[in-house]
T-cell receptor
């Protein structure tokens, strides 16, 4: 029961911004949007999360639409080391687990 | 920066043997998790642990699996009698409380190979 929809893959150029879309049209009011990434077979790495406001940290920015039905993760200056599978996950405060989908495979090209 | 650590990085075992995977969560975290990822497949939730008891578990987490926090620092996953299909990467995660919900931080994983 996937709560999010992401494109299976995307390419971006090194040094450019990478904009990763995610649809979560059935999101509830108490559900957060989380982004993780997984580089090769390493453990998933937390990137950012938000409820309704846009968020920014040292890794990325998260833009959530006003109706909260979609969001975009922005990597401002992609590097080759940003090549990874990126997961958009919707999770409520009462839910312990993270439910991973297939994510978006992002390839950063020189 | 504090991080979750896991040992061993790779474990090879014979079918039917017991294995214990170990994790040291981030020290002030309260929530602990195990996930697994079979090669080429999605990351799957196994179990969550809070206040010294299981708070949620998936269908995968049957009687062959158990978790324990034997002391103040370690968190273990035991598989009693391994099967070929238990071969996977096993990830431990821990979470504190941040912004009203806990953010989970993952360890590097243990690759379990069952022969």
């Amino acid at each position: 029961d996937a709560k999010t929809t992401q494109p299976p893959s995307m390419d971006c150029a090194e040094g450019r911004a990478a904009n990763l879309p995610c649809n979560h049209s059935t999101i509830s009011g108490n559900e957060y949007v989380y982004w993780y990434r997984q580089i090769h077979s390493q453990g998933p790495q937390y990137i950012i999360h938000g409820l309704k406001n846009n968020e920014t940290n040292e890794m990325a920015s998260l833009i959530i639409t006003e109706d909260r039905k979609s969001s975009t993760l922005i990597l401002p200056h992609a590097t080759l080391r940003d090549t990874a599978v990126y997961y958009c996950i919707v999770r409520s405060q009462n839910d312990y687990k993270l439910s991973f989908g297939a994510g978006t495979t992002v390839t950063v090209r020189a | 920066e504090p991080e979750v650590t896991q040992t061993p990085s790779h474990q090879v075992t014979q079918m039917g043997q017991e294995v214990i995977l170990r994790c040291v969560p981030i020290s002030n975290h309260l929530y602990f998790y195990w996930y697994r990822q079979i090669l080429g497949q999605k990351v799957e939730f196994l179990v969550s642990f809070y206040n010294n008891e299981i708070s949620e578990k998936s269908e995968i987490f049957d009687d062959q699996f158990s978790v324990e926090r034997p002391d103040g620092s370690n968190f273990t996953l035991k598989i009693r009698s391994t099967k070929l299909e238990d071969s996977a990467m096993y990830f431990c995660a821990s979470g504190g409380l941040a912004g009203g919900t806990d953010t989970q931080y993952f360890g590097p994983g243990t690759r379990l190979t069952v022969l």
